[in-house]
């Protein structure tokens, strides 16, 4: 929820302007000791690779990934004896002003430039992750289009490529939860507030002698007291006041638009008194209904 990725673009003139990539992955492919300064996300389609990160080494089989976090020597090299295909990314969780010729790694022969690596925020972790990926077919189709945004360097597909990013990194890490308690039967999915406040809608459509709030949400089987708790912390405002809400929005309309007397318009927008409709309605305008009318009409 926290996280903003967004792709690395490269400096200079080149013609891909992010390090985005898919390629395949050639029998005796292997990367040089290296450190990058930002993330680095690979997804192994139909290869596999070892990846020596310090003092570890991951197998990276077909249908996992992994995530290099900066600042760590590390290199790669492919244990199958013909070609597969690997995607690739550079990013970083957060938005980083970078200069255009900033650099993204640095080779063993070169001496790291400490300073400008980008470690993750404290809620992303900061060790490599490592895992098999969730939905391969979902996954691939993801990263094409991740290729395929950051390779035009427009700027419109490059906004494009940030949610794509984005809802590739959740594809591959978040686990969706089971909800802990079936839904009962009938249940839209929607929360009860939610829910509350469909049958209020119904509610305040309604002639006075079908406005029974009460009695139209004794379907929810919680008591009405719960019930306007329930409805007040989502919404801020009670059952009723979000009926008069309503209300008083149909009435400013046909104050404007009818010749309905007050008395008239009180009975259908299904108010009972129009001393009651005269308080309300001045209460959250700050006008009698005559007034706001008389404001239309001058």
Same mark, same amino acid.
């Given at each position: 929820?926290?996280?903003?990725?967004?792709?690395?673009?490269?400096?200079?003139?080149?013609?891909?302007?992010?390090?985005?990539?898919?390629?395949?992955?050639?029998?005796?492919?292997?990367?040089?000791?290296?450190?990058?300064?930002?993330?680095?996300?690979?997804?192994?389609?139909?290869?596999?690779?070892?990846?020596?990160?310090?003092?570890?080494?991951?197998?990276?089989?077909?249908?996992?990934?992994?995530?290099?976090?900066?600042?760590?020597?590390?290199?790669?090299?492919?244990?199958?004896?013909?070609?597969?295909?690997?995607?690739?990314?550079?990013?970083?969780?957060?938005?980083?002003?970078?200069? *255009?010729?900033?650099?993204? $790694? %640095?080779? +063993?022969?070169?001496?790291?430039? @400490?300073?400008?690596? !980008?470690?993750?925020?404290? &809620?992303?972790?900061?060790?490599?992750?490592?895992?098999?990926?969730?939905?391969?077919?979902?996954?691939?189709?993801?990263?094409?289009?991740?290729?395929?945004?950051?390779?035009?360097?427009?700027?419109?597909?490059?906004?494009?490529?940030?949610?794509?990013?984005?809802?590739?990194?959740?594809?591959?890490?978040?686990?969706?939860?089971?909800?802990?308690?079936?839904?009962?039967?009938?249940?839209?999915?929607?929360?009860?507030?939610?829910?509350?406040?469909?049958?209020?809608?119904?509610?305040?459509?309604?002639? *006075?002698?079908?406005?029974? $709030? %009460?009695? +139209?949400?004794?379907?929810?089987? @919680?008591?009405?007291? !719960?019930?306007?708790?329930? &409805?007040?912390?989502?919404?801020?405002?009670?059952?009723?006041?979000?009926?008069?809400?309503?209300?008083?929005?149909?009435?400013?309309?046909?104050?404007?638009?009818?010749?309905?007397?007050?008395?008239?318009?009180?009975?259908?927008?299904?108010?009972?008194?129009?001393?009651?409709?005269?308080?309300?309605?001045?209460?959250?305008?700050?006008?009698?209904?005559?007034?706001?009318?008389?404001?239309?009409?001058?």
């Amino acid at each position: 929820m926290k996280a903003a990725p967004c792709v690395r673009p490269t400096g200079g003139q080149d013609a891909v302007l992010s390090h985005t990539a898919f390629g395949r992955c050639p029998s005796g492919f292997s990367t040089p000791l290296r450190m990058i300064y930002d993330h680095e996300l690979i997804i192994y389609r139909n290869c596999t690779c070892c990846l020596e990160f310090e003092d570890r080494e991951f197998i990276c089989t077909p249908n996992t990934f992994i995530i290099i976090p900066p600042g760590k020597w590390h290199s790669e090299r492919c244990l199958r004896s013909r070609a597969g295909d690997r995607y690739w990314c550079h990013f970083d969780w957060q938005f980083q002003n970078l200069q *255009p010729d900033s650099p993204v $790694m %640095s080779f +063993a022969q070169n001496r790291p430039s @400490y300073e400008l690596c !980008h470690p993750a925020p404290d &809620f992303v972790p900061h060790e490599i992750q490592h895992g098999k990926i969730p939905v391969p077919s979902k996954t691939y189709k993801l990263a094409r289009k991740l290729q395929s945004l950051t390779s035009t360097g427009l700027p419109h597909e490059m906004l494009l490529a940030g949610p794509a990013l984005h809802e590739l990194l959740i594809q591959l890490l978040d686990v969706p939860e089971q909800a802990s308690d079936p839904a009962p039967p009938g249940d839209t999915g929607y929360s009860l507030a939610s829910r509350v406040r469909q049958i209020l809608d119904v509610v305040a459509s309604r002639p *006075p002698e079908n406005l029974m $709030m %009460s009695k +139209a949400l004794s379907q929810f089987n @919680y008591s009405y007291e !719960h019930l306007c708790r329930v &409805f007040k912390k989502a919404y801020g405002v009670s059952p009723l006041r979000y009926v008069h809400a309503q209300q008083i929005t149909r009435a400013k309309a046909l104050l404007k638009n009818s010749e309905l007397n007050v008395a008239e318009i009180c009975f259908v927008i299904g108010m009972n008194s129009p001393a009651y409709f005269t308080k309300i309605f001045r209460k959250m305008i700050g006008k009698t209904p005559s007034e706001y009318r008389s404001g239309f009409r001058s």
